[in-house]
């Protein structure tokens, strides 16, 4: 099958971080996602939800995801789902390399502390098929 260029295609910052948030919070053992500076959680820009995406000149990613993890779950482990999963949604819905993936546990979350809904990661509504 041949490939045809047809012209460039564009993917916004704004949609890598959603496409990577969405699949760290689907991670098991993920509670929520968590801003790293205070200011983020306050300003209307900063939508990022803990995820810090930087870009070199070649378009290769790498990202920075704070997370606060259910408690009794194996940090290390977690954190490798998170990376692998993150790294996969990102290839098979943007096709762009994720060089690294860095995770930060901000916390682990007690027992019975309600998970927030994935639709309010960020504030979108094309989450509704679930």
Known sequence: MTKEHQGEIII?????????????????????LHN???????SKSALNRGVYLQSDDEGILTADIYVYLEYG?????????????????????????VAAVNIHVDGIVPDKTPKPAL?????????DEE
């Open 36 to 42: 790293k500076r205070v200011a983020d959680s306050l």
């Open 73 to 97: 779950v194996n940090v290390p482990a977690v954190s490798m789902d998170i990376q692998r999963a993150v790294k996969t949604a990102i290839r098979n819905y943007a096709e762009v390399t």
């Open 12 to 32: 916004a910052p704004r949609v890598l971080e959603v496409i990577t948030g969405i699949a760290a919070a689907k991670v098991e053992g993920v509670h929520s």
């Open 119 to 127: 639709k309010d990661l960020f504030g979108e509504d094309f989450l």
